[in-house]
């Protein structure tokens, strides 16, 4: 238990206050009571007070991105890349249900920012979409493969250092979800149309003057020993390879991140910047999330995001207008 809660506790003097709020009351007589509070902090909240609140917040600033035109114009172009390859395009609530992300991907709920209605703000569109893919696997034929994409404004609640890391940001998430078709044979078709559609959108973002070079493909295969890691090359790497001869394709045995988040394999795609600095732009990877959803160890659910801000700022090849 924190400090400043301890604090709190005391200062309220009613024993037994985080037990009865937390454990005993109904989340529905929960919502009625947090409903009254907030009712009536806002009713005393001045024009004055409120216009402060809004320039200290750092949820309700702006985004920083000088020309958000240029990000409506990469939006409609992954939307029309997403139809070209079979995706279906959703566009998220900016609400989900309560625990989207402590429950499947066992985030701390403290870097969520949640509301009094038992819901919470999208913090990654994965999440979400890992819940509307198990939405429509449960009512899919067994062998049918679902594939959603989408466009969201995310916001994380843990403060970071540094201005390049926003309380909210733009993000293009990705998911394939489907059903083990034995000897890896749908992880390794889902791999490689996520990571060709990844790579069709950075080729053509540059026709918007977001222009990648050097783009290398990373996959690391989590497993015991690299038992998949032949199958990745020759299902995965040397097909997309041939296909894209000016991208570099190979494995990441040394990554440390996503271990635990991930499982199976995982991937980055990584570009260099006008400017000759590499960045990671994409990661994704296999999770067990569709898996615990529906109660079904044979299902899969391969995710990928890219910060399509990130992308603008960073791949600008032109000054920013419009």
């Known amino acids: 238990m924190t400090t400043a809660l301890d604090r709190v506790l005391r200062q309220a003097g009613v024993p037994g206050l985080l037990e009865t709020l937390a454990e005993h009351l109904p989340p529905t007589d929960l919502q009625t009571l947090l409903l009254e509070v907030y009712r009536r902090r806002a009713a005393a909240v001045s024009p004055g007070r409120l216009l402060d609140a809004y320039a200290r917040n750092r949820f309700t600033a702006p985004s920083a991105l000088a020309a958000p035109g240029e990000l409506a114009r990469l939006e409609a172009l992954i939307h029309e890349r997403l139809a070209a390859h079979g995706v279906t395009g959703v566009a998220l609530s900016p609400l989900s249900p309560l625990g989207t992300n402590a429950a499947v991907a066992t985030v701390d709920q403290n870097k969520v920012v949640s509301t009094a209605r038992n819901t919470e703000v999208v913090a990654d569109a994965t999440n979400v979409l890992a819940l509307e893919c198990a939405v429509r696997r449960r009512a899919a034929p067994r062998g049918e493969v679902v594939r959603l994409g989408a466009t ?52 053509r973002a540059a026709d918007l003057g977001h222009r990648a070079t050097a783009v290398r493909v990373s996959l690391t295969d989590l497993t015991t020993e690299g038992r998949h890691r032949a199958a990745l090359r020759e299902r995965v790497l040397d097909p997309l390879a041939a296909a894209h001869p000016g991208v570099a394709f190979g494995f990441d045995d040394e990554r440390p991140h996503g271990r635990g988040y991930y499982a199976g394999v995982c991937f980055e795609i990584h570009a260099a910047t006008p400017a000759g600095d590499e960045i990671t732009l994409i990661d994704g990877g296999f999770t067990t999330w569709t898996a615990s959803l529906l109660s079904n160890a044979k299902e899969r659910l391969l995710i990928s995001g890219l910060g399509t801000e990130r992308l603008i700022a960073a791949f600008r090849a032109t000054p920013a207008g419009g």
Not at 174 to 179: I, K, M, N, P, V
Not at 180 to 200: P, W
Request: with cysteine.
């Open 152 to 203: 969201h404004r995310v916001v994380r609640a843990q403060a970071f250092d540094g201005p390049a890391m926003a309380a909210h940001f733009a993000l293009f998430g990705l998911c394939t979800a489907g059903r083990d078709a034995g000897s890896f044979r749908f992880e390794t078709r889902a791999l490689t149309e996520q990571l060709a559609l990844h790579l069709d959108l950075l080729g």
